[in-house]
Nanobody
Framework: QVQLGESGGGLVQAGGSLRLSCAPSGRTSSSYHMGWFRQAPGKEREFVAAITWSGVNTYYGDSVKGRFIISRDNAKNTVYLQMNSLKPEDTAIYYC???????????????WGQGTQVTVSS
């Protein structure tokens, strides 16, 4: 089993940037595909981005394509979400998740972090 912990959230003005980090621990976390999801108040959880265990392949939700970048450094055991050109509608709790299944199967992420709040002011 893998444990996940997110960091890097905060308050930022529209148009600004933030970088979230996720540090998996426990069993060999580099063998997991990793994803970022978010949930805004009153809304369903939304897929944001995913990356394969090797870091070669990535996949993005339509609402963040061209603005967010997911990456990982397996030597540091960390996954990142670089968020640029932030909009007020990006305000949500952002969760890091892990899966051993196909990384694009967004409903099959089995391990989740506690989340980190991102607030974008207009």
């Amino acid at each position: 089993q893998v444990q996940l912990g997110e960091s890097g959230g905060g308050l930022v003005q529209a148009g600004g940037s933030l970088r979230l980090s996720c540090a998996p621990s426990g069993r060999t976390s580099s063998s997991y595909h990793m994803g970022w999801f978010r949930q805004a108040p009153g809304k369903e959880r939304e897929f944001v981005a995913a990356i394969t265990w090797s870091g070669v392949n990535t996949y993005y939700g339509d609402s963040v394509k061209g603005r967010f970048i997911i990456s990982r450094d397996n030597a540091k055991n960390t996954v990142y979400l670089q968020m640029n050109s932030l909009k007020p509608e990006d305000t949500a709790i952002y969760y890091c998740a892990a899966t051993r299944n196909y990384y694009r199967n967004t409903h099959e992420y089995a391990y989740w972090g506690q989340g980190t709040q991102v607030t974008v002011s207009s």
